[in-house]
């Protein structure tokens, strides 16, 4: 692309555009030219609040608009697919929220729609923009916790919304689309690998899962679990488990610009061993590594407006996306059949 700065349509006035907002506009790459939303009144009040000069009364609309270079877009789950086809036969690169489609099958649709008009589109799954992210594979490449043996994720809060799309599953509602997801997308990620196996469990009370309990297994022996939920205190945490150390991580999978992040290492301290036990509690060093300050939303803008103006290789690649959207797919057929999916 000859362009040096791309023009952002935002297609829905969902909360998770407050986190982009400011980045788009801090960007020297980047400029925030419009808005869509389904009604005349919400579109001329967000871009009057939000700065943003061109407001559009459907998203159809902002689609005609020439100017427009990228389009990120927030819709419930299930409306991706539909949204990113229509932009990409519009000739609008596409910055997805999370999960990108719900099905493998819709996940295939969008790469070829991508493919035939030119266009890129990334899921914006911002944990995987976080520099502590590629920090903690490169631990597991490095070997620093010896063989990894197991990985747990850990995801919840309590959804007060009773109208959120969240709770309907016609929406691609359900804890694991939501939350379990980043947990997956990690361990992936983390491991540089895909599951051979999956069991899970979960509790649908409301005709979603409301909690989800979830395992994988990795050919290498490893063993995932985590647990999301939407019917819990909040709280997040990842850790991995190794032959010789522990890494621990506070904030996997959120990002607050008012929080740090940190990466906890705990490994032999070389010292002789002279425990009851020999088990090797006593001997021990702590190496911590401190995110402060870290916009992980920015690093996800940046890097895809150096997909699309100089042909960096996307972060997260359609193929990745189609292989997390598998997972969580196969998760949640074992939680209906209540047995092991083989992948
Ligand atoms: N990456 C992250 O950190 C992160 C965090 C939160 C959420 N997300 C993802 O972002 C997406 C949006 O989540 P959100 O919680 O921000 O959404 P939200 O606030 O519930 O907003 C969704 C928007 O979609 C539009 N919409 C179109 N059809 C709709 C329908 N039938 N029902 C409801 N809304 C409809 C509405 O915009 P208009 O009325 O303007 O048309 C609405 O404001 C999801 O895919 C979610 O997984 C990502």
């Given at each position: 692309?000859?362009?040096?700065?791309?023009?952002?349509?935002?297609?829905?006035?969902?909360?998770?555009?407050?986190?982009?907002?400011?980045?788009?506009?801090?960007?020297?790459?980047?400029?925030?030219?419009?808005?869509?939303?389904?009604?005349?009144?919400?579109?001329?009040?967000?871009?009057?609040?939000?700065?943003?000069?061109?407001?559009?009364?459907?998203?159809?609309?902002?689609?005609?608009?020439?100017?427009?270079?990228?389009?990120?877009l927030s819709l419930p789950n299930s409306l991706h697919k539909e949204w990113v086809i229509k932009c990409a036969e519009a000739g609008k690169h596409v910055l997805c929220e999370k999960p990108l489609a719900i099905s493998p099958e819709e996940v295939s649709e969008i790469a070829e729609a991508a493919k035939k008009n030119e266009i890129i589109v990334q899921e914006a799954a911002m944990m995987r923009f976080h520099a502590q992210t590629s920090?903690?594979?490169?631990?597991?490449?490095?070997?620093?916790?010896?063989?990894?043996?197991?990985?747990?994720?850990?995801?919840?809060?309590?959804?007060?919304?009773?109208d959120d799309y969240r709770f309907d599953s016609k929406m691609g509602g359900g804890s694991l689309w939501d939350l379990g997801s980043y947990c997956v997308s990690f361990s992936r990620a983390i491991l540089g690998a895909e599951?051979?196996?999956?069991?899970?469990?979960?509790?649908?009370?409301?005709?979603?899962?409301?909690?989800?309990?979830g395992h994988l297994v990795f050919s290498s022996g490893v063993f995932f679990h985590f647990f999301s939920s939407f019917d819990a205190f909040a709280h997040i945490e990842a850790d991995l488990l190794g032959t010789e150390g522990h890494i621990y991580l506070d904030m996997?999978?959120?990002?607050?610009?008012?929080?740090?992040?940190?990466?906890?290492?705990?490994?032999?301290?070389?010292?002789?061993?002279?425990?009851?036990f020999s088990d090797g509690l006593d001997n021990r060093k702590t190496d911590r590594k401190i995110y402060h300050k870290v916009n992980a939303y920015q690093d996800e803008v940046e890097s895809m407006t150096r997909s699309i103006l100089y042909g960096e290789t996307p972060v997260i690649s359609l193929k990745d996306s189609f292989n997390n959207i598998s997972v969580i797919t196969a998760l949640y057929q074992s939680a209906r059949e209540g047995k092991p999916i083989r992948l």
């Open positions: 692309m000859t362009k040096k700065r791309l023009q952002w349509g935002l297609l829905s006035t969902a909360r998770i555009n407050e986190r982009l907002i400011p980045c788009l506009k801090k960007s020297n790459h980047n400029e925030l030219l419009a808005i869509a939303s389904r009604s005349r009144n919400v579109a001329d009040h967000y871009a009057e609040s939000h700065g943003i000069s061109r407001a559009y009364a459907s998203y159809e609309s902002m689609l005609e608009d020439p100017d427009i270079d990228v389009v990120y920090y903690v594979r490169e631990l597991v490449v490095q070997e620093k916790i010896g063989i990894i043996r197991m990985v747990r994720g850990l995801f919840s809060f309590t959804l007060k919304r009773p599951p051979v196996e999956v069991y899970a469990i979960q509790n649908d009370k409301r005709g979603v899962d409301l909690s989800f309990s996997p999978w959120l990002n607050r610009l008012n929080r740090s992040a940190t990466i906890q290492i705990v490994c032999d301290d070389g010292s002789k061993d002279e425990s009851t």
